[in-house]
């Protein structure tokens, strides 16, 4: 018996420095992103120092500034500086963030923003040290991640939301503890864009997901209604009528979407902008269903989520962390034809570097752009057009090539 009992005992602290190691490990590998996050958050608006610590993000302090006012019973969206644009339902988020102090909510702010990346990139089978590096090469090398951090956005979180419910790939758990879909649902409640992966899972045969996305969604909705109803009404009857909130920034240069090419090229926000992003819409749902039944459900995916960034009227550049997981499927090995493969990667490059960034911006001054800087600011958006356009022309060559599997049928698309 006592033999029994020390293997035992052998076992158990085996078993316990064996666990110390994996976490040991593991925090190790989450230091080099965690601290380019902290370093890159500090000093992405107007050079700020390192030391001490004072990140001015300016998207989070308009999150804590609604919390506030909800937790005193204001108007959220009449206020001086930069304004409130989300729904109702998505201002209950905002309330723990006025419980902080603006230091202690953007320290937590980048290290939940960090942890996303990593689970995005984590998703795409990507783990280990090799997280680890990329995780800090996007935190410190890309424009969409540094904007985000800098200005406290919650781009990475809508991006995570969709990815770690959609996207195939390694969980954390088994099981589901709710059914696909409805992270999906509560994120496009939060702000519209994943919608469009929900359109396209349902023209792809998925239809119980987006199902369950479309009635989170309500759900999600009706939740503000009942908790905030003011707010929640002069929000949506605002945006039925085209005023987005932000009407009179669409022009800017950041804005990489459609809409925002229009209003530079015409001098005014019009029809046909609204027209032209109705038709990239489509156009993107269509290729990614395509993609869909052609057996690559990643590209699929990504494609819905590119072509939400151009349908969208504001799609600022911190908004493309899409390219992210979109790059790494274009880059590991696979059966895509090379010019596809090629082109994807120089349009995530030039995504993921922005050089519109580097030109002057606001006031109004995009509208004396000359040739050179309009092809600049504007070749994004275009060459994510020809991306759409070569994802269906990708697709339907494959189909031609060979039969696919159909719809539900397709290899990964199972929740795991």
Same mark, same amino acid.
């Given at each position: 018996?006592?033999? #029994? ?21 593991? =925090? ?20 700020? !120092?390192? *030391?001490? *610590? ?29 304004? $409130? ?10 309330? !723990? ?11 937590? *702010? ?70 696909? @879909? ?8 939060? /702000? ?15 239809? /119980? ?6 009635? %989170? ?14 707010? %929640?009404?002069?929000?949506?009857? /605002? ?22 090419? $229009?209003?530079? #090229? ?32 990643? =590209? ?24 992210? !997981? ?18 994807? /990667?120089? *349009? ?57 599997? @159909? ?10």
């Amino acid at each position: 018996m006592g033999t #029994l009992a020390a293997m035992d005992a052998a076992r158990s602290t085996s078993a316990r420095r064996a666990g110390l190691r994996v976490w040991t490990v593991r =925090l190790v590998l989450a230091l080099p992103p965690l601290l380019a996050a902290f370093w890159v958050a500090g000093t992405q608006v107007h050079g700020g !120092p390192v *030391w001490p *610590w004072s990140p001015a993000m300016a998207d989070l302090e308009v999150y804590r500034r609604t919390g506030e006012l909800l937790l005193a019973g204001g108007d959220i969206f009449h206020t001086d500086g930069l304004l $409130w644009i989300y729904p109702g339902f998505a201002a209950l988020f905002t309330v !723990p963030l006025a419980l902080l102090t603006a230091a202690q909510a953007a320290a937590l *702010w980048t290290v939940l923003c960090t942890a996303a990346l990593a689970a995005v990139i984590a998703r795409m089978g990507v783990s280990g040290w090799r997280l680890s590096a990329l995780t800090t090469g996007c935190v410190l090398f890309t424009s969409p991640v540094r904007e985000t951090l800098g200005q406290g956005q919650l781009g990475l979180f809508i991006v995570a939301a969709v990815v770690l419910y959609v996207m195939p790939g390694p969980r954390v758990f088994r099981r589901r503890i709710l059914p696909e @879909g409805w992270l999906v649902g509560v994120a496009t409640a939060v /702000k519209l864009t994943p919608a469009v992966v929900a359109a396209y899972q349902f023209f792809a045969g998925r239809r /119980k997901d987006a199902l369950v996305a479309f009635f %989170s969604f309500l759900a999600a909705t009706a939740l503000g209604f009942v908790l905030l109803p003011g707010a %929640s009404a002069y929000y949506w009857t /605002k945006l039925a009528l085209g005023d987005t909130g932000m009407n009179s920034t669409l022009i800017y240069a950041a804005n990489q979407s459609i809409v925002g090419m $229009w209003s530079r #090229l015409t001098g005014a926000t019009s029809a046909g902008g609204l027209v032209l992003s109705a038709a990239a819409l489509v156009l993107g749902v269509w290729a990614a269903v395509l993609v869909h039944r052609s057996g690559r459900v990643e =590209l699929a995916i990504c494609t819905a989520g590119v072509a939400s960034l151009l349908a969208s009227p504001i799609s600022w550049g911190r908004h493309y962390v899409w390219l992210i !997981p979109l790059g790494i499927v274009l880059w590991r090995p696979s059966d895509l034809p090379g010019w596809f493969r090629w082109y994807g /990667k120089v *349009w995530v490059a030039w995504g993921l570097v922005a050089p519109y960034m580097w030109l002057a911006r606001g006031g109004n001054v995009e509208l004396t752009y000359n040739a050179w800087q309009e092809v600049i600011v504007n070749a994004g958006v275009v060459g994510g057009v020809v991306f759409l356009v070569g994802a269906a022309a990708m697709a339907l060559g494959s189909r031609e090539d060979g039969p696919s599997d @159909g719809d539900d049928g397709v290899p990964g698309t199972e929740a795991a």
